[in-house]
């Protein structure tokens, strides 16, 4: 055994024992064969950090990997660049090289070293320093780093990842980068191992048939991709179900943080509302109010429905219409909640709000000036407190209960249904179709639900007023039934309507039609027999006094099409489509000057009519188009519309200024910008192919939207795309 005197090494080498020392320096034992060993250099601050952060398998996962990118950038930029976890998890899941679930430290070297070259890009195209980047900027930075993204799959990436000003920031777009990577190298692995199927065609191909370059024109068939996944709901999801077991569990009561019983849940502005009779809202469970309280009472009925001190008439109409079919109501108001087994104090409606069914909850604290309840209740059963709990999770919906004050009954069934909604101007007589009273009687058999209003006039302050016929001016009505009575060779056209007051009916003289009705036809059609808030009314009167019919039409799917068969009424066939418009890529305008050229950059659809409509000796083909802008905050500030053509030529390809006047006749150059949510427009169409070009009134203004077709028969349908020239 030799004995050597050495500096202090950084660290002990693991054949040596320490003996003593001398000085400044360590006496070591060593085997004779071994010469003394260079000190050993200093960690890698990277490997440093990893084994910092790293679980005792010596692997990083999501939560670790999150604070291992905000130290490590904050080390090497002075700033921390703050992934959540939710985005964590997309990089793990994208850094993951071999699939096992995790990261080792030659992943995270690579990952680190990607993220840090994409970084110093994204600086280079991020103009005004915003750590953001517009739709323009992201396509001349996926170019820059080698990506040809074709404008569709861009769109797509801005829905899923673009903030409300449709900006993709840092952070997000390193996601983006890594996801376009791996689909890109999947596919080239699917298409070594099919031989260049076109089926996994998403790239451009060279003779090989295996993809070389990254060139994302569109996706495999049947290939679900994590860039469509749709942003959440405006609504947080929330889970009913495990929220109640733990309420239950810890025997307390539900309390609703995010819409509390307080004045903010009340009023815009946070504020007491100014309500007649009424010092100061307060709020009280029904358990509070009476001695039985039910949720759902002899079941769902529009009797239930009565409208209390708020101008949301609309609304108490929209939810009378959908009752006359409880089973439709039923999805929207789930009826199987109660005051007694298992009371948490909370309950659970679903709207569907901007093409997505969401599930809103709320707590059974309701407003009341102490004694009773002041806005929608049931006045002749006090015990029943479902409208008054959906008035309340409505409210939460759109912000508050003030946000429902002045509305359109359509816009209440389509977000109780999924349903699109058609006005009918029966002021302007020109507008008024020829067959109207046909078209209400088909759209009945169709399923669709109905409501009919009277305006105010300009110059009038009150928000609604009864007059000497007993009708309401500003006021919605639900129609709830259509019947044509026989006499004398003739037919009398008749409605059944329903005031969602509940009381104020139709007192005219029913005028000389409703009189020819013999005494038994009247007593079966409940004509004078109660004063309910529910009457009859002649197809004549509701033409001279009424302002609109509004009409919804119900979107297909297992429950109506159920409904539909029990009541042996038809479906309609319905596609829906979501898009955006994108300032320098898709945000076109209606074609003014001076942006003439830019209309033809909207996104552009197209449609095939083949069959006419059944039960119909026109030879024509209905269609239905709606067109739903996703607005924030429930007040439209973009005026929408569309333009549709009949093609005379059918390329899959969109129009351009050129290819519209020479191949193309204009149907319908301009449809009408509304400041609407939704524009709808009915077509009785020939058989043939049709575009249908959906804009913004103005050019470069953003918004997303959902354009959905309605036909009789089943139709095709598509979006025309461009098609890459590199592509087989």
């Known amino acids: 055994m030799k004995l050597k005197i050495s500096a202090k090494p950084s660290r002990w080498p693991y054949n040596s024992v320490l003996t003593t020392r001398i000085g400044r320096h360590w006496l070591l034992e060593e085997d004779d064969k071994n010469e003394l060993p260079k000190p050993v250099k200093p960690l890698d601050p990277v490997k440093e950090l990893f084994m910092k952060h790293a679980t005792e398998d010596g692997h990083i996962y999501a939560k670790e990997l999150k604070h291992f990118l905000r130290e490590l950038s904050a080390s090497e930029f002075g700033e921390s ?42 600086e280079q195209f991020d103009k005004d320093g915003t750590a953001s980047v517009d739709t323009y900027e992201l396509s001349k930075l996926f170019s820059a780093l080698g990506f040809t ?85 405006l609504v947080r999801q929330e889970d009913y179900l495990g929220l109640k077991i733990e309420l239950l569990r810890n025997n307390k009561i539900f309390v609703d943080p995010d819409f509390s019983p307080s004045s903010s849940s009340l009023t815009f502005s946070g504020s007491q509302p100014q309500i007649s009779g009424v010092r100061s809202v307060i709020w009280k469970r029904p358990r509070e109010l009476v001695d039985n309280p039910r949720f759902v009472k002899d079941g ?16 108490i109409a929209g939810a009378a219409v959908v009752s006359t079919i409880p089973k439709l109501l039923s999805r929207c108001v789930p009826i199987d909640q109660d005051f007694d087994k298992d009371y948490a104090g909370l309950f659970r409606f679903n709207f569907y709000w901007y093409g997505k069914w969401v599930e809103v909850i709320v707590d059974d604290l309701l407003p009341t000036d102490g004694r ?90 009150t928000p609604e007023f009864e007059m000497s016929n007993g009708l309401v001016m500003g006021h919605a009505y639900s129609i709830t039934g259509i019947t044509s009575v026989p006499y004398k060779g003739n037919n009398i056209q008749l409605l059944r309507l ?41 197809f004549i009167d509701v033409l001279r006094i009424f302002d609109d019919i509004q009409l919804c039409h119900l979107q297909p799917d297992a429950l109506t099409s159920e409904i539909a068969n029990d009541e042996r009424k038809q479906s309609w066939e319905v596609t829906v489509y979501h898009d955006a418009w994108i300032r320098g890529l898709t945000a076109g305008g209606c074609g003014k000057a001076p942006y003439e050229d830019l209309f ?66 204009i149907l319908q150059k301009r449809s009408g910008y509304e400041y609407n949510r939704e524009v709808t427009r009915r077509f009785e169409l020939d058989p043939g192919v049709y575009a249908l070009i959906p804009s913004t009134y103005e050019a470069h203004v953003e918004a997303k939207f959902m354009l959905r077709l309605y036909t009789e028969k089943p139709a095709e349908s598509g979006l025309l795309e461009e098609v890459d020239k590199n592509e087989l």
């Open 300 to 315: 769902l009925s529009r009797h239930d429905l009565d409208q209390g001190c708020l101008g949301n008439c609309w609304f």
């Open 600 to 665: 033809w950059k909207n996104p552009q659809f197209f449609i095939t009519l083949k069959d006419v409509d059944i039960k119909d000796n026109s030879g024509l083909c209905t269609l239905i188009a709606t067109l739903t802008e996703k607005e924030m905050n429930n007040k439209s500030s973009v005026a929408i519309g569309f333009k549709v053509y009949k093609l005379r030529e059918f390329q899959r390809r969109p129009l351009d200024g050129e290819s519209a006047l020479r191949n193309n006749l």
């Open 372 to 461: 009773q309840l002041i806005y929608a209740r049931n006045r002749s059963d006090p015990d029943e407190f479902w409208p008054a709990l959906l008035e309340k999770a409505y409210a939460k919906l759109r912000g508050n209960y003030e946000a429902l004050d002045g509305g359109h009954t359509q816009d209440a069934i389509v977000d109780m249904t999924g349903s699109i909604s058609e006005t009918i101007d029966l002021k302007d007589k020109s507008k008024i179709p020829d067959n109207l009273y046909e078209l209400v009687w088909k759209s009945y058999q169709m399923n669709s639900l109905m409501g009919a209003g009277i305006n105010l006039p300009g110059n009038t302050s």
């Open 81 to 122: 660049i703050l992934f959540s976890l939710e985005a964590a998890r997309s990089l793990v899941t994208l850094m993951d090289r071999n699939r096992s679930g995790a990261l080792n430290f030659d992943e995270v070297v690579k990952g680190w070293n990607e993220i840090k070259a994409y970084k110093k890009i994204f």
């Open 149 to 233: 993204v074709n404008r569709q799959v861009q769109i797509a990436i801005v829905r899923r990842y673009g903030n409300r000003n449709n900006k993709i920031r840092l952070t997000d777009f390193l996601i983006v980068i890594f996801k376009l990577t791996l689909m890109f190298e999947l596919f080239k692995e699917q298409q070594l191992k099919t031989g260049g199927n076109n089926d996994a065609a998403s790239f451009t191909l060279n003779e090989t048939g295996v993809a070389q370059r990254k060139h994302f024109t569109r996706f495999p068939k049947g290939y679900w991709h994590p860039i469509m996944n749709l942003p959440r709901g």
């Open 498 to 538: 329903r005031n969602p007051w509940g009381k104020s009916e139709w007192k005219g003289d029913y005028s000389d039609e409703i009189r020819k009705i013999s005494q038994d036809e009247r007593k079966r059609l409940g004509i004078d027999i109660k004063d309910d808030g529910e009457f009859w009314i002649s």
